[in-house]
Nanobody
Framework: QVQLVESGGGLVQAGGSLRLSCAAS????????IAWFRQAPGMEREFVGV????????KYTDSVKGRFTISRDNAKNTVVLQMNSLKPEDTAIYYC???????????????WGQGTQVTVSS
């Protein structure tokens, strides 16, 4: 069993940056791909990006490419989503998810955090 806790959300002006963290407890991230999803009010949950356990390769949704970066610190059992050049349309609750076979689809993830709110003002 893996418990995930996100942190680092908040209110930022457009063009600013935020750094979200996803920390695991209960067991390590070993063998798990870790993804970030987001959900804006009235919208479906959307894939943001993922980092693979094996090799550390990443994939991002087109709207965040070049602005968001996912990294992992296996020693600290933490995954970070660095968000730069934020836009009002990035406003959402951001969730991290873990799963051995997960990629860009939410159904492939076994464990989810409770989410952290990101609000970008114009």
């Amino acid at each position: 069993q893996v418990q995930l806790v996100e942190s680092g959300g908040g209110l930022v002006q457009a063009g600013g940056s935020l750094r979200l963290s996803c920390a695991a407890s209960g067991r390590t991230f070993s063998g798990y791909n870790i993804a970030w999803f987001r959900q804006a009010p009235g919208m479906e949950r959307e894939f943001v990006g993922v980092i693979k356990w094996a090799g550390g390769s990443t994939k991002y949704t087109d709207s965040v490419k070049g602005r968001f970066t996912i990294s992992r610190d296996n020693a600290k059992n933490t995954v970070v989503l660095q968000m730069n050049s934020l836009k009002p349309e990035d406003t959402a609750i951001y969730y991290c998810a873990a799963g051995p076979w997960g990629w860009d689809s939410a159904v492939r993830y076994d464990y989810w955090g409770q989410g952290t709110q990101v609000t970008v003002s114009s």
